[in-house]
């Protein structure tokens, strides 16, 4: 199975915004210059299947390696950039939805090393509605507030819901 439970590895976050694009690192670096990478692998939150992946199995140079993406929308905007050097290998993930939020997994196997596991929590930062200003009557200001006489108590109250 593609999922072996791995040992559980602090989380990095990344914070992204809805609607604009994300980069998820992976230190892809070999344990020793003798060695290198065969199989890198990026998982979602518990699914056992990989989202992504990097095939240099048959050998050659993982720059070369065959990328492979589930078939939804979330696989559409997802790429492996391998980077200058190993250690700035990121998943790019173009356009971030609501639903793209939560902890992924970079799973890389090597030819005779162990296994490494990275965990990095993608969180969104969501804009919160239109400000809503009432009067000191609770009604809606929807253009200008006023008139309002001199000398008397001027009172305007914000609201805003949602965002995170």
Excluded at 139 to 159: D, M, N, W, Y
């Amino acid at each position: 199975m593609w999922n072996q439970a791995p040992v559980q590895v602090p989380a990095r976050i990344v914070w992204a915004a809805i609607d604009h694009d994300a980069e998820l690192p992976c230190d892809i670096t070999a344990p020793s210059s003798q060695d290198g990478v065969k199989l890198v692998l990026w998982f979602k939150d518990s699914t056992g299947i990989p989202l992504y992946s990097l095939d240099s199995r048959s050998g050659v140079p993982i720059s070369a390696a065959q990328h492979s993406t589930i078939a939804n929308d979330l696989g559409q905007r997802l790429f492996f950039s391998v980077g200058a050097t190993p250690k700035e290998a990121r998943l790019q993930i173009r356009n971030i939805k609501t639903s793209d939020g939560g902890v992924y997994r970079c799973r890389v196997d090597y030819f005779n090393s162990p296994t490494r596991n990275y965990r990095v929590n993608l969180t969104l930062a969501v804009p919160p509605e239109e400000p809503r200003i009432f009067d000191a009557q609770g009604k809606e200001i929807s253009t200008v507030a006023g008139p309002f006489r001199e000398g008397h108590e001027l009172f305007l109250s914000c609201q805003v819901s949602g965002g995170e």
